[in-house]
């Protein structure tokens, strides 16, 4: 349990659009809401600043929807590691290892072990089938690895209705 988010959507675009989407920077800081400051490249340490200011009061009204005991949380620095990424399959695989719900007060990124986060795209009659799959919560400390799980889970289900906005406009 709480080991292994996935979430799947049918977008409604190419998959050359949808790995644009999800591989190019800017397109990528467009649906994801972080501003990155080096192209995606295997093996890159890519930092960035995430846009606009986290709401703690509805992220702690969230965490306590979901049975958690709410805590705080720590605003991030600007250019901040972001993430590191694994490999770049194109157009069908791109994978990153980050620190799952990172912003989380009692997150110490230094002593943490990051998750491994997966795109995998494959060509659908309806256009592309997107899985977007987080996993290795189990080396995320005992005291938050339940927090970090439900925040991601809902985290990624929100990102993977921003992309389908993104890459379905005209």
């Not at 890519?46 to 805590?71: C, H, K, M, N, V």
């Not at 705080?72 to 694994?86: H, K, L, S």
Request: charged share 30%; hydrophobic share 40%; net charge negative.
């Amino acid at each position: 349990m709480f080991d292994r988010i996935e979430k799947q959507v049918v977008l409604r675009a190419p998959i050359e659009r949808v790995w644009r989407a999800i591989t190019d920077i800017e397109e990528f800081s467009q649906w994801f809401g972080v501003k990155l400051n080096e192209p995606f490249v295997p093996g890159r340490a890519i930092t960035g600043t995430f846009e606009g200011e986290f709401d703690e009061q509805a992220l702690r009204q969230y965490q306590a929807s979901l049975g958690l005991e709410p805590t705080g949380i720590r605003q991030m620095p600007r250019n901040i590691v972001f993430c590191t990424v694994e490999q770049m399959e194109v157009p069908r695989s791109f994978s990153f290892r980050w620190i799952p719900y990172g912003i989380d007060i009692d997150c110490d990124p230094a002593k943490e072990t990051p998750t491994l986060v997966e795109f995998r795209l494959e060509p659908v009659t309806e256009g592309t089938r997107l899985t977007i799959t987080e996993s290795g919560f189990e080396g995320i400390p005992a005291h938050r690895r339940q927090r970090a799980f439900l925040m991601n889970d809902g985290g990624w289900a929100a990102q993977a209705e921003n992309l389908k906005r993104h890459v379905e406009r005209a």
